[in-house]
């Protein structure tokens, strides 16, 4: 019987599929563009082969597609009829998690890697800090995602995919060194891997070494397919470091051009975090932002992220209508958060809406409650610098700022804080 990379057994005959569908596999995995083609040249080659329409449902609904998601997943499940336990499983579970049930789905997953830790599809959906875990809303996510990747690692020796996965668990559970070593040899065996790519520019952020990152990162986004799904948030990591090195120029045409909602298509979590984060960084580095670039970003969210429900769109939605004016908006966001990180979430959109009233006080104490858990919202620890450095702006401006500077010389000691916080220079 054909097997995949990973060495699970495949209901087909064709080696054309076979093949196909795992150069789809790991384009998903390196977050390579031409992911949809490869897995439609699978269906081609065998059209009664179930596994790439789940490849490519598990694709679609990670770039925001859901309804294209739901309709391959209803395929597969068209031609489950003699597929393995396993794959049957994996069908099963990747539908629970388009249609919304993230929690049951967890647990069905870390029991099915339990038997089968190698099954790469089911397996991948609990890494990286957008996963499963990264996105549970629970405390101490961070120690379960290590916890996690290293429960897999016996079983993925020396593989790329692998290697950068428990790399970025290993730093943002801050064991930098481990995680130093792992990424520079996943970028031995994958030097193309934007997600290896994107982890070693996170090493670089946390070492504080915005020179070295800006050059390396520019090099390699240089020639990163503008379609690939990853381009929008590697756009976001390449203009943050422009505005770190001063070239403010260069980073508002980098957000207009690749992480704005002006861009073309990509995947909408991205787009409104990215947005939101880049244009309140510059913001908290001194620079005069016009309204209407909230008002367009509070229009995204409303848009694409109507209700809440997702913690990390929803702290930046709830940013991107405070300072839009859009207290309506903002009030939902508040009001309506829920699950795990419900409370958090609606701490730090209070904290946001007492920063645009103007109201440091407020500020600093929602802030302040939550900066032993702020972890739950998800997103690494570079993206939720926006709390730490919005709680230094609100220290500086009532007029707190040797405070704010312990602060960021306890939790952020490689950053450059008066560029990130321009009013501590005051």
Request: hydrophobic share 40%; charged share 20%.
């Amino acid at each position: 019987m054909l097997e995949d990379r990973y060495g699970s057994p495949l209901t087909t005959t064709s080696q054309t599929a076979r093949d196909a569908y795992v150069e789809g596999i790991d384009r998903f995995l390196g977050a390579f563009d031409d992911v949809e083609e490869a897995y439609r040249s699978a269906m081609q080659a065998d059209d009664s082969f179930a596994m790439p329409h789940v490849g490519l449902a598990r694709y679609l609904v990670t770039v925001g597609r859901a309804q294209d998601a739901k309709r391959e997943i209803a395929v597969a499940k068209e031609l489950s009829h003699g597929v393995s336990p396993r794959e049957a499983a994996q069908i099963d579970i990747i539908s629970d998690l388009i249609e919304g049930r993230a929690p049951q789905a967890y647990r069905r997953i870390r029991d099915h890697v339990t038997d089968h830790p190698r099954d790469i599809l089911l397996a991948q959906t609990c890494t990286s800090v957008f996963g499963l875990i990264g996105f549970s809303g629970q405390a101490g996510r961070e120690a379960e995602q290590l916890a996690y990747t290293t429960l897999l690692k016996p079983h993925y020796g020396d593989d790329w995919w692998f290697l950068c996965q428990h790399a970025f668990a290993q730093m943002e559970a801050g064991q930098i060194g481990p995680a130093a070593e792992n990424i520079e040899r996943a970028l031995e065996l994958k030097p193309d891997s934007a997600h290896s790519a994107h982890v070693r520019a996170h090493l670089y952020y946390e070492n504080g070494e915005t020179d070295a990152g800006y050059a390396y990162l520019r090099e390699f986004w240089q020639d990163y397919p503008f379609t690939a799904y990853l381009h929008c948030h590697l756009s976001w990591h390449v203009a943050l470091w422009a505005l770190e090195s001063g070239d403010v120029a260069g980073m508002w045409k980098l957000f207009d051009d690749y992480v704005s909602p002006d861009r073309p298509p990509a995947p909408p979590l991205n787009v409104l975090t990215d947005s939101v984060a880049i244009v309140h960084r510059a913001f908290l580095a001194g620079e005069q932002i016009p309204q209407e670039r909230w008002q367009q970003l509070s229009d995204y969210a409303v848009q694409f992220f109507p209700s809440p429900g997702l913690a990390f769109a929803d702290v930046h939605a709830a940013l991107a209508h405070a300072m839009a004016g859009n207290r309506e908006r903002l009030e939902t966001t508040i009001d309506g958060a829920k699950g795990p990180a419900g409370p958090t979430v609606a701490s730090v959109a209070g904290a946001f809406r007492a920063l645009a009233d103007g109201n440091a006080d407020e500020a600093i104490e929602k802030f302040v409650s939550v900066m032993s858990e702020h972890e739950r919202l998800g997103g690494s620890r570079a993206q939720r610098d926006i709390i730490e450095f919005s709680l230094a702006h609100a220290l500086a401006i009532s007029g707190q700022s040797n405070e704010a500077r312990r602060i960021l010389n306890m939790h952020r000691p490689h950053t450059s804080h008066d560029h990130a916080v321009a009013t501590l220079e005051g």
